[in-house]
């Protein structure tokens, strides 16, 4: 299988990551573990979860994700096997948030207790922390990766002027660069990545494993109306984004995917996998069958029609 280097970071992984929020909230420990064995048995490696995830459900306190995560690692032996990439700043119950060094460091101890490992491959800012400075943050990141803890670091949510300034502060003062960045992009929304961000991604030599890529199930297809949002996990999130543009984009997806005998997901994925600088989009499933039909878009290759149409309509 073919595996893209992830940067700078010295990683490399095949060309899909595995969206892990969903552990613990639609998906159960058992139907995770059996999404984990599917995904990592047929070849893929990087693990995408969050020390927050899923602090939204009810009763929940954070770490559910990672806890699972650790719990399959102990059960299978298969850490070898995995690049495990989790997140920290964001709210914690009774932890606090930020990307402050005390913050830092407790917040990679906790994962690593969670996760059942020694080392976290890809240690990533959730959300950028203007109340911190770079020089703070990336000291504590050389820190841990110093003691083996880290391997390498990255960033999610980054305004491109503010990845620029980390980018720069890191060189001044002799720190760790962010190797990775993990943006919200797909069919549905272009404009935060395209432009800037990408530039800066792609001069600098840093990986992009984009999130949402299927804007929370709406490029599957499964919502076509605001009655189909009604009772939905995340009903709300496509309810937010349902307008006739979307709606044409799926129906782009829809004509490609009938040429294509392939799915609206598997094309949504393949033009994401076209596009300049994309390592691996992050997809969350909550069955083997949904995981499984993922896969298929490794195997599409879209003509250039056909990425032409698909921009056109998502422009």
């Known amino acids: 299988m073919e595996h893209r280097r992830l940067g700078r ?4 992984c095949a060309p899909l990551v595995l969206g892990c929020h969903v552990f613990g909230w639609t998906a159960d420990a058992a139907a995770s573990c059996a999404i984990l064995d599917a995904f990592v048995d047929r070849g893929f490696s990087l693990l995408d979860t969050a020390d927050t995830y899923s602090t939204w459900v009810p009763g929940h306190s954070g770490g559910e994700s990672e806890t699972i ?7 299978t032996g298969k850490r070898d096997r995995v690049l495990i990439a989790t997140k920290l700043g964001g709210a914690m119950p ?3 948030k930020g990307l402050s060094r005390a913050h830092i ?6 994962s690593l207790r969670r996760l059942r490992t020694d080392r976290i491959d890809l240690y990533q800012a959730h959300f950028d922390d203007t109340a911190t400075s770079f020089e703070e943050t990336l000291e504590a990141f050389a820190t841990l990766i110093q003691s083996g803890k880290v391997r390498a670091i990255g960033a999610s949510n980054y305004s491109a002027p503010r990845l620029a300034e980390a980018l720069a ?42 999130f949402r890529a299927l804007e929370a199930g709406f490029l599957t297809g499964k919502y076509r109306s605001m009655e189909d949002t009604v009772g939905a996990a995340r009903g709300a999130v496509v309810a937010g984004i349902l307008d006739e543009r979307s709606l044409d984009i799926l129906r782009e997806l829809d004509r490609a995917a009938a ?10 994925i393949a033009w994401l996998l076209a596009q300049p600088g994309v390592t691996a989009p992050i997809v ?6 949904q995981l499984t039909e993922i896969f298929g878009a490794l195997t599409l290759t879209l003509d250039a029609r056909t990425l032409m149409r698909l921009d056109m309509v998502s422009a």
């Open 105 to 110: 460091i407790r917040s990679a101890e906790d």
């Open 94 to 96: 009774n932890v606090g």
């Open 9 to 12: 970071s010295g990683l490399a």
């Open 284 to 289: 969350s499933v909550t069955s083997v069958a």
């Open 169 to 210: 502060a890191a060189r001044a003062h002799g720190l760790p660069l962010f190797s990775c960045l993990q943006p919200h992009y797909n069919l549905v929304t272009r404009a935060y990545y395209e432009g800037d961000l990408r530039r800066l991604c792609l001069e600098g030599d840093i990986g992009v494993i984009p």
């Open 69 to 75: 995560i650790g719990d399959w690692l102990k059960a």
């Open 259 to 268: 040429q294509f005998r392939a799915t609206p997901a598997q094309v949504a």
